[in-house]
């Protein structure tokens, strides 16, 4: 059974940084892509950013410059190292499973979410 637990999120003032983390079990995780959501509230759920099986990565036009996202497979671990964070990330950070190598095979599986909340 996959599980996707998420940590790592919480309170920070506009300009700081904070790193998510995500840690996967059930699954061979070096064979799967991996990504990043996020849901404010009253908004949709929007991709934040991915990375393949081959540690390419796709940006969120509103994240780039600002985010990164990487993997560990020894440690079947995805980050988010989210630096210059304003109002607008503000958000419920979900991480992502993919059915395949990369981002276009859709998702399989959802974390339970954290919260990113930035405020002075």
């Known amino acids: 059974q996959v599980q996707l637990v998420e940590s790592g999120g919480g309170l920070v003032q506009p300009g700081g940084s904070l790193r998510l983390s995500c840690a996967a079990s059930?699954?061979?995780?070096?064979?799967?892509?991996m990504g990043w959501y996020r849901q404010a509230t009253g908004k949709q759920r929007e991709v934040v950013a991915s990375?393949?099986?081959?540690?390419?990565?796709n940006y969120a036009d509103p994240v780039k410059g600002r985010f990164t996202i990487s993997r560990d497979n020894t440690k079947n671990t995805v980050y988010l190292q989210m630096n210059r964070l304003n109002a607008e990330d503000t958000a419920v950070y979900y991480c992502?499973?993919?059915?395949?190598?990369?981002?276009?095979?859709?998702?399989?599986?959802w974390g339970q979410g954290t919260q990113v909340t930035v405020s002075s």
């Open positions: 990375i393949s099986t081959g540690a390419r990565t």
């Open positions: 059930g699954i061979a995780f070096s064979l799967y892509a």
């Open positions: 992502a499973l993919y059915k395949g190598s990369y981002d276009g095979t859709g998702v399989m599986s």
